[in-house]
């Protein structure tokens, strides 16, 4: 049964940085790349960022370039999302997923797998 859990959001003022953390379980997660996505209030699920199984490639959306961070450590069965220079727009439900595939994915639809997802807010 493959199960992920994120963990790592809270509140931080604008500026400011957090780690979100995607530990999974369940499955062997160097066959699977990665996706982070976020759901802002009122507004629909969008893709953030993702990373391929073994690391090799990344993806990031155009308004958290240079901003973002994904990494992961397979053995520790982890992907991270560092979060730098956080915006008030940023704020909203993250959530990762895994496709059925080892290289990232466009569609949200394709991602079967997902967790719960962590609350991030950003706002002084």
């Known amino acids: 049964q493959l199960h992920l859990v994120e963990s790592g959001g809270g509140l931080v003022q604008p500026g400011g940085s957090l780690r979100l953390s995607c530990a999974a379980s369940g499955f062997t997660l160097d066959y699977y790349a990665i996706g982070w996505f976020r759901q802002a209030p009122g507004k629909g699920r969008e893709g953030v960022s993702c990373?391929?199984?073994?690391?090799?490639?990344?993806i990031y959306a155009d308004s958290v370039k240079d901003r973002f961070t994904i990494s992961r450590d397979n053995v520790k069965r982890t992907v991270y999302l560092q979060m730098n220079n956080l915006k008030p727009e940023d704020t909203g439900v993250y959530y990762c997923?895994?496709?059925?595939?080892?290289?990232?994915?466009?569609?949200?639809?394709?991602?079967?797998?997902w967790g719960q997802g962590t609350q991030v807010t950003v706002s002084s």
């Open positions: 997923a895994a496709p059925q595939s080892s290289s990232c994915l466009r569609e949200k639809s394709q991602y079967d797998h």
């Open positions: 990373i391929s199984n073994n690391g090799g490639k990344t």
